[in-house]
Protein backbone atom coordinates (compact mmCIF):
# COMPACT_ATOMS: atom_id res chain seq x y z
CA UNK A 1 0.00 0.00 0.00
CA UNK A 2 1.36 3.27 -0.92
CA UNK A 3 1.17 6.20 1.47
CA UNK A 4 0.00 9.71 0.62
CA UNK A 5 3.40 12.03 0.48
CA UNK A 6 3.30 15.29 2.50
CA UNK A 7 -0.40 15.48 2.89
CA UNK A 8 -1.93 16.11 6.18
CA UNK A 9 -0.90 17.22 9.80
CA UNK A 10 -1.71 14.71 12.32
CA UNK A 11 -3.92 15.70 15.28
CA UNK A 12 -1.41 17.67 17.70
CA UNK A 13 -2.57 16.85 21.26
CA UNK A 14 0.40 15.37 23.29
CA UNK A 15 0.66 11.76 23.32
CA UNK A 16 0.09 11.77 27.00
CA UNK A 17 -3.23 13.04 26.98
CA UNK A 18 -4.38 9.90 24.75
CA UNK A 19 -5.98 9.49 28.49
CA UNK A 20 -7.56 12.19 30.74
CA UNK A 21 -8.99 12.03 34.10
CA UNK A 22 -10.39 14.16 36.85
CA UNK A 23 -13.29 16.30 38.65
CA UNK A 24 -16.14 17.29 39.83
CA UNK A 25 -19.71 16.34 41.06
CA UNK A 26 -22.16 16.74 38.28
CA UNK A 27 -24.99 14.62 35.66
CA UNK A 28 -23.51 12.74 32.75
CA UNK A 29 -25.24 11.13 30.30
CA UNK A 30 -26.13 7.30 30.64
CA UNK A 31 -24.75 6.40 27.21
CA UNK A 32 -20.78 7.59 29.14
CA UNK A 33 -18.64 6.44 31.15
CA UNK A 34 -20.83 7.61 35.07
CA UNK A 35 -19.33 9.85 37.71
CA UNK A 36 -17.77 8.25 40.84
CA UNK A 37 -16.13 8.90 43.84
CA UNK A 38 -12.76 10.07 42.37
CA UNK A 39 -14.28 12.41 39.22
CA UNK A 40 -16.44 13.81 42.67
CA UNK A 41 -13.41 14.69 44.67
CA UNK A 42 -11.61 16.75 41.98
CA UNK A 43 -12.64 20.55 41.77
CA UNK A 44 -11.94 22.84 39.74
CA UNK A 45 -12.76 27.03 39.97
CA UNK A 46 -11.71 29.92 37.02
CA UNK A 47 -13.63 31.42 34.45
CA UNK A 48 -14.36 28.78 31.64
CA UNK A 49 -11.75 28.88 28.66
CA UNK A 50 -9.16 29.82 31.42
CA UNK A 51 -6.68 27.93 32.82
CA UNK A 52 -8.65 26.51 36.54
CA UNK A 53 -7.31 26.13 39.74
CA UNK A 54 -7.50 22.20 40.03
CA UNK A 55 -8.09 20.86 43.64
CA UNK A 56 -7.21 16.71 43.34
CA UNK A 57 -7.34 14.72 46.55
CA UNK A 58 -2.97 13.39 47.19
CA UNK A 59 -3.01 9.97 46.72
CA UNK A 60 -6.38 9.60 44.18
CA UNK A 61 -7.16 6.53 43.08
CA UNK A 62 -9.63 5.49 40.52
CA UNK A 63 -11.27 2.03 38.80
CA UNK A 64 -12.03 2.32 35.23
CA UNK A 65 -13.13 5.55 33.62
CA UNK A 66 -15.01 8.05 35.64
CA UNK A 67 -16.22 11.41 34.27
CA UNK A 68 -18.34 14.19 35.81
CA UNK A 69 -19.60 17.68 34.42
CA UNK A 70 -18.03 20.55 36.35
CA UNK A 71 -19.97 22.59 34.77
CA UNK A 72 -23.01 22.29 32.34
CA UNK A 73 -23.15 23.71 28.58
CA UNK A 74 -25.73 24.41 26.24
CA UNK A 75 -24.27 23.23 23.14
CA UNK A 76 -24.29 21.36 20.68
CA UNK A 77 -23.74 17.30 21.67
CA UNK A 78 -20.96 15.48 21.04
CA UNK A 79 -20.79 12.26 19.24
CA UNK A 80 -18.64 9.77 17.94
CA UNK A 81 -16.71 11.33 14.88
CA UNK A 82 -16.94 15.29 16.19
CA UNK A 83 -13.85 16.94 15.96
CA UNK A 84 -14.38 18.82 19.06
CA UNK A 85 -11.43 22.02 20.38
CA UNK A 86 -10.82 22.09 24.13
CA UNK A 87 -8.66 23.33 26.24
CA UNK A 88 -7.49 20.87 29.73
CA UNK A 89 -5.02 20.68 32.77
CA UNK A 90 -3.77 17.61 33.49
CA UNK A 91 -2.90 16.33 36.96
CA UNK A 92 -0.97 13.85 38.79
CA UNK A 93 -3.62 11.85 41.06
CA UNK A 94 -0.60 10.46 43.08
CA UNK A 95 0.68 14.28 44.12
CA UNK A 96 -2.12 16.19 43.21
CA UNK A 97 0.22 18.40 41.21
CA UNK A 98 -0.79 20.23 37.77
CA UNK A 99 1.68 17.83 34.78
CA UNK A 100 0.73 19.69 31.98
CA UNK A 101 -1.38 22.11 30.59
CA UNK A 102 -2.68 22.75 26.92
CA UNK A 103 -1.51 26.75 27.22
CA UNK A 104 -5.20 28.26 27.29
CA UNK A 105 -3.85 30.08 24.01
CA UNK A 106 -6.20 28.42 21.71
CA UNK A 107 -3.42 26.83 19.65
CA UNK A 108 -4.56 22.93 20.42
CA UNK A 109 -5.85 20.80 17.32
CA UNK A 110 -8.89 19.39 17.53
CA UNK A 111 -9.39 16.21 18.56
CA UNK A 112 -12.05 13.54 17.39
CA UNK A 113 -14.35 12.28 19.89
CA UNK A 114 -14.46 8.20 19.68
CA UNK A 115 -10.85 8.04 17.07
CA UNK A 116 -8.92 5.73 18.12
CA UNK A 117 -5.91 8.03 18.71
CA UNK A 118 -7.97 9.90 20.92
CA UNK A 119 -8.29 7.13 23.19
CA UNK A 120 -10.42 7.90 26.88
CA UNK A 121 -9.98 11.49 26.09
CA UNK A 122 -12.36 10.72 22.74
CA UNK A 123 -14.75 8.43 24.48
CA UNK A 124 -15.40 10.88 27.39
CA UNK A 125 -16.32 13.91 25.08
CA UNK A 126 -19.23 11.62 23.60
CA UNK A 127 -20.54 12.46 26.74
CA UNK A 128 -20.39 15.88 26.52
CA UNK A 129 -21.82 19.35 25.23
CA UNK A 130 -19.98 22.61 23.83
CA UNK A 131 -19.77 24.87 27.06
CA UNK A 132 -19.16 21.60 29.41
CA UNK A 133 -16.35 21.76 31.59
CA UNK A 134 -15.65 17.81 32.59
CA UNK A 135 -13.78 16.27 34.75
CA UNK A 136 -12.56 12.53 33.75
CA UNK A 137 -10.56 10.31 36.19
CA UNK A 138 -9.14 7.27 34.40
CA UNK A 139 -6.50 4.84 35.77
CA UNK A 140 -2.58 5.66 35.01
CA UNK A 141 -2.07 2.61 33.24
CA UNK A 142 -4.41 3.98 30.41
CA UNK A 143 -2.17 6.63 29.54
CA UNK A 144 0.08 3.73 28.27
CA UNK A 145 -1.29 0.94 27.28
CA UNK A 146 -4.67 3.03 26.54
CA UNK A 147 -6.83 0.41 28.69
CA UNK A 148 -9.59 2.66 29.78
CA UNK A 149 -11.49 -0.37 31.56
CA UNK A 150 -9.76 -2.10 34.21
CA UNK A 151 -11.18 -4.22 37.83
CA UNK A 152 -7.97 -3.06 39.38
CA UNK A 153 -7.74 -0.04 41.51
CA UNK A 154 -4.88 2.38 40.22
CA UNK A 155 -3.48 5.72 40.72
CA UNK A 156 -5.65 8.30 39.10
CA UNK A 157 -4.79 10.74 36.31
CA UNK A 158 -6.79 13.58 35.77
CA UNK A 159 -8.25 15.95 33.24
CA UNK A 160 -10.21 19.16 33.45
CA UNK A 161 -11.56 19.78 30.42
CA UNK A 162 -12.95 22.66 28.33
CA UNK A 163 -15.06 21.66 25.36
CA UNK A 164 -15.19 24.80 23.60
CA UNK A 165 -16.55 24.07 20.54
CA UNK A 166 -17.45 21.31 17.77
CA UNK A 167 -17.86 20.75 14.08
CA UNK A 168 -19.87 18.44 12.03
CA UNK A 169 -18.64 15.11 11.82
CA UNK A 170 -19.40 15.08 8.24
CA UNK A 171 -20.22 17.39 5.06
CA UNK A 172 -23.36 18.58 5.28
CA UNK A 173 -23.59 20.08 2.10
CA UNK A 174 -26.32 20.06 -0.63
CA UNK A 175 -25.19 16.80 -3.09
CA UNK A 176 -23.88 17.81 -6.32
CA UNK A 177 -23.27 16.08 -9.76
CA UNK A 178 -19.73 14.77 -10.53
CA UNK A 179 -18.03 15.07 -13.45
CA UNK A 180 -18.57 12.21 -16.40
CA UNK A 181 -15.51 9.52 -15.91
CA UNK A 182 -14.60 10.46 -12.65
CA UNK A 183 -14.99 8.05 -9.40
CA UNK A 184 -17.79 6.67 -7.93
CA UNK A 185 -18.34 7.47 -4.57
CA UNK A 186 -20.62 5.75 -2.43
CA UNK A 187 -21.05 6.93 1.17
CA UNK A 188 -21.72 5.04 4.53
CA UNK A 189 -23.98 5.54 7.32
CA UNK A 190 -21.23 7.67 8.92
CA UNK A 191 -20.07 9.27 6.00
CA UNK A 192 -17.24 7.46 4.65
CA UNK A 193 -16.55 7.28 1.75
CA UNK A 194 -15.96 4.21 -0.75
CA UNK A 195 -14.28 5.44 -4.60
CA UNK A 196 -13.99 2.83 -7.13
CA UNK A 197 -11.52 4.59 -10.04
CA UNK A 198 -13.08 4.10 -13.60
CA UNK A 199 -10.88 1.47 -15.96
CA UNK A 200 -9.60 4.24 -18.13
CA UNK A 201 -6.98 6.86 -17.21
CA UNK A 202 -6.44 8.96 -14.85
CA UNK A 203 -6.73 12.48 -16.06
CA UNK A 204 -3.38 14.04 -17.06
CA UNK A 205 -3.89 17.13 -14.92
CA UNK A 206 -5.27 18.04 -11.66
CA UNK A 207 -9.33 18.07 -11.33
CA UNK A 208 -11.50 19.07 -8.87
CA UNK A 209 -15.33 18.04 -8.64
CA UNK A 210 -18.05 19.17 -6.36
CA UNK A 211 -19.86 16.31 -4.73
CA UNK A 212 -21.92 18.47 -1.99
CA UNK A 213 -21.93 22.21 -2.02
CA UNK A 214 -21.73 23.88 1.90
CA UNK A 215 -22.94 27.31 3.12
CA UNK A 216 -20.09 28.12 5.39
CA UNK A 217 -16.98 30.19 5.85
CA UNK A 218 -14.78 30.28 2.77
CA UNK A 219 -11.13 28.95 3.42
CA UNK A 220 -8.24 31.21 2.68
CA UNK A 221 -4.68 31.40 3.41
CA UNK A 222 -5.14 32.57 6.80
CA UNK A 223 -6.70 29.09 8.08
CA UNK A 224 -5.86 25.79 8.97
CA UNK A 225 -8.58 23.77 7.76
CA UNK A 226 -10.55 20.96 9.27
CA UNK A 227 -11.35 18.26 7.35
CA UNK A 228 -11.80 14.09 6.46
CA UNK A 229 -10.35 12.05 3.68
CA UNK A 230 -9.58 9.02 1.89
CA UNK A 231 -7.12 8.45 -1.04
CA UNK A 232 -7.28 5.56 -3.21
CA UNK A 233 -4.44 5.20 -5.81
CA UNK A 234 -6.00 5.36 -9.49
CA UNK A 235 -5.29 2.07 -11.49
CA UNK A 236 -5.76 -1.13 -12.09
CA UNK A 237 -4.53 -1.81 -8.84
CA UNK A 238 -6.06 0.59 -7.00
CA UNK A 239 -5.83 0.38 -3.21
CA UNK A 240 -6.54 2.80 -0.15
CA UNK A 241 -3.45 5.08 0.06
CA UNK A 242 -5.14 6.87 2.98
CA UNK A 243 -8.11 7.72 5.10
CA UNK A 244 -8.91 9.85 7.92
CA UNK A 245 -12.41 7.77 8.70
CA UNK A 246 -10.59 4.48 8.82
CA UNK A 247 -7.07 4.95 10.63
CA UNK A 248 -8.26 6.00 13.95
CA UNK A 249 -6.86 9.22 13.09
CA UNK A 250 -9.87 11.16 13.07
CA UNK A 251 -10.47 14.59 11.57
CA UNK A 252 -7.23 16.17 10.34
CA UNK A 253 -5.90 20.14 10.42
CA UNK A 254 -4.29 21.57 7.15
CA UNK A 255 -2.67 24.50 7.90
CA UNK A 256 -3.26 26.48 4.20
CA UNK A 257 -0.32 28.91 4.09
CA UNK A 258 1.99 28.43 1.31
CA UNK A 259 4.39 25.82 1.98
CA UNK A 260 2.88 23.97 4.97
CA UNK A 261 0.95 21.40 2.20
CA UNK A 262 1.06 19.82 -0.91
CA UNK A 263 0.32 22.31 -3.20
CA UNK A 264 -2.45 19.85 -4.96
CA UNK A 265 -3.79 19.54 -2.24
CA UNK A 266 -3.91 23.19 -0.92
CA UNK A 267 -5.19 24.09 -4.48
CA UNK A 268 -8.33 22.03 -3.53
CA UNK A 269 -9.14 23.44 -0.32
CA UNK A 270 -8.71 26.93 -0.94
CA UNK A 271 -11.75 28.88 -1.68
CA UNK A 272 -14.06 26.47 -0.78
CA UNK A 273 -16.66 26.43 1.88
CA UNK A 274 -17.31 24.84 5.28
CA UNK A 275 -19.86 21.67 4.34
CA UNK A 276 -18.44 20.85 0.70
CA UNK A 277 -17.22 17.60 0.10
CA UNK A 278 -14.28 17.48 -2.80
CA UNK A 279 -13.57 14.68 -5.32
CA UNK A 280 -9.95 15.75 -6.61
CA UNK A 281 -7.86 13.84 -8.59
CA UNK A 282 -4.12 15.03 -7.74
CA UNK A 283 -0.81 13.95 -8.51
CA UNK A 284 1.70 13.57 -6.35
CA UNK A 285 5.40 12.20 -6.57
CA UNK A 286 4.18 10.85 -10.56
CA UNK A 287 1.24 8.78 -8.81
CA UNK A 288 -2.61 9.74 -9.48
CA UNK A 289 -4.50 9.71 -6.66
CA UNK A 290 -8.65 10.41 -6.01
CA UNK A 291 -9.70 12.11 -3.06
CA UNK A 292 -12.83 12.51 -1.35
CA UNK A 293 -12.32 15.87 1.18
CA UNK A 294 -14.84 16.84 3.70
CA UNK A 295 -14.15 20.11 4.66
CA UNK A 296 -15.33 20.38 8.29
CA UNK A 297 -14.26 23.74 9.74
CA UNK A 298 -11.61 26.33 9.91
CA UNK A 299 -9.70 27.96 12.70
CA UNK A 300 -7.71 30.86 12.19
CA UNK A 301 -3.93 30.47 11.82
Given at each position: MRTIPALLVTIGL???LTACASSGAGTTPSSCDAPGAASEAVTATGAFGKQPKVSVPAGLTVKGTQVSILKQG????????????????????????????????????????GST?????????????????LAVALPQSALSDGTTSTKKTESAVVAVIDVKKAFDARATGTP?????????????????????????????????????KGSGSVLTAKDTAIIKYTAVTWGTDSTVAGSSWTDGTGAQTVPLAKGQVDDGIR??????????????????????????IDVLGSVTS
Open positions: VASDGRRIDKGTPVLIEYTLVDGSTGKVAQTSGYAGTTSPITANAGALGEALQCANVGDRQLAGDDMPAVVLAPDGAPGITVPTKAAPSSNETHLLRTVLLGRKVGDQVLAIVHQQGVAYAYV
